[in-house]
């Protein structure tokens, strides 16, 4: 069974630090997407940023320039480093993983969230 174990969250004040990790444990291959999502109170979840496993990333357009995500194919993690961190970036983040596997077909699997909360 997969299971996706995220770690790193907290309280910062405004204009600080936090990294974010994740490491997929369990029998897990052909990993495509690994990202980052967030739902702040109130809202719908949204996508913070994803890695292809060519590399690749995209940003959500509110975190470009502040957050970082990189990713360790051999150890199937995946980090979000969150830099300038603003009240708006409150919520909770969720790892999320999709891949494709003989037999099983599509994935996709999702952390249990870790809090994250910028004090103004």
């Known amino acids: 069974q997969v299971q996706l174990v995220e770690s790193g969250g907290g309280l910062v004040q405004a204009g600080g630090s936090l990294r974010l990790s994740c490491a997929a444990s369990?029998?897990?291959?052909?990993?495509?997407?690994m990202g980052w999502y967030r739902q702040g109170s109130g809202k719908q979840r949204e996508l913070v940023a994803a890695?292809?496993?060519?590399?690749?990333?995209n940003y959500a357009d509110s975190v470009k320039g502040r957050f970082t995500i990189s990713r360790d194919n051999a150890k199937n993690t995946v980090d979000l480093q969150m830099n300038s961190l603003k009240p708006e970036d409150t919520a909770v983040y969720y790892c999320?993983?999709?891949?494709?596997?003989?037999?099983?077909?599509?994935?996709?699997?999702w952390g249990q969230g870790t809090q994250v909360t910028v004090s103004s």
């Open positions: 890695i292809r496993d060519g590399g690749s990333t």
């Open positions: 999320n993983v999709q891949g494709y596997w003989h037999g099983i077909g599509p994935y996709n699997y």
């Open positions: 369990g029998r897990i291959f052909g990993i495509s997407v």
